[in-house]
């Protein structure tokens, strides 16, 4: 009698650590710069430089009032598309602004590869734009989902 007291007790010790396991919330995505260092981490990339402070707003439309931090990595070498854009936006009508540019700038691209790069055109067509609550990226990489997998530790 008092082992089955036991059992039970510890059954529902189990199943309340499950639930709480189960309902935490998940972390704050970091800034942009830290959330590149674990993507970095996680997933094996070549070189790539931060070009954000002369390229974003000309490539992108995005501008500095936007934002408060912002990552725009670019391949070292090569002529590959590979690009890491990691936006946050300073709210939530920025934060809509900015994802629309990146749209458009990801169409932009892929236009192009029709017409002049078309062995590019798979890494544009799977290009993914994430948003993360006032954090938004373009991932456009052959590793995009492995990255984009970096992203579902958080809200």
């Known amino acids: 009698m008092e082992t089955l007291k036991i059992i ?5 010790c189990l199943a309340l650590v499950c639930f709480a396991a189960c309902g935490a919330d998940k972390a704050e ?5 830290a959330l590149y260092g674990e993507i970095k981490a996680a997933v094996e990339l070549a070189p790539m430089s931060d070009v954000a402070e002369y390229m974003l707003e000309a490539d992108t439309g995005i501008t500095a009032d936007e934002y408060s931090a912002a990552v725009y990595y670019i391949l070292d070498e090569g002529t590959a598309p590979d690009q890491i854009i990691i936006v946050k936006a300073n709210d939530t009508a920025a934060a809509d602004a900015v994802e629309q540019k990146l749209k458009g700038w990801l169409t932009y691209q892929e236009e192009g590869a029709q017409v002049y790069m078309t062995e590019n055109m798979p890494l544009f067509q799977n290009g993914i734009i994430r948003r993360n609550g006032q954090t938004v990226s373009l991932i456009v990489s052959s590793k995009a989902e492995e990255i984009a997998k970096v992203y ?4």
């Not at 039970?8 to 529902?12: F, G, N, T």
């Open 8 to 12: 039970k007790i510890l059954a529902l």
């Open 152 to 155: 579902d530790r958080y809200k």
């Open 29 to 33: 995505i970091p800034e942009p710069a």
